[in-house]
């Protein structure tokens, strides 16, 4: 289950348990919970560093971009030279 789901989840669990005094549902319902709120703290790291990620490809294509470009120039620069082209 997702992490949302098992908070809601433990939510009723907890609730339903009071209501009945059942403590072992309550308390079933709390861990749930923490679960939930567990899953949805790793999901939020995952999410975040997919997205360190993806801007730190990004910069290295545009930095790769770049450099080809200045490698093609004095490419040119040489050919030219080598032909007496100013």
Do not use: F, S
Not at 58 to 83: C, F, I, P, W, Y
């Amino acid at each position: 289950m997702g992490g949302k789901t098992d908070v809601g989840k433990g939510r009723i669990e907890e609730a339903v348990g009071a209501l009945t005094g059942n403590d072992k549902l309550r308390e079933k319902g709390k861990t749930d919970q923490a679960v939930g709120q567990a899953k949805q703290a790793a999901q939020k790291g995952v999410d975040q560093a997919r997205q360190a990620a993806r801007k730190v490809v990004g910069e290295a294509k545009a930095a790769a971009r770049k450099a080809v470009d200045e490698a093609k120039d004095v490419a040119r620069k040489a050919v030219d030279k080598a032909k007496g082209v100013t």
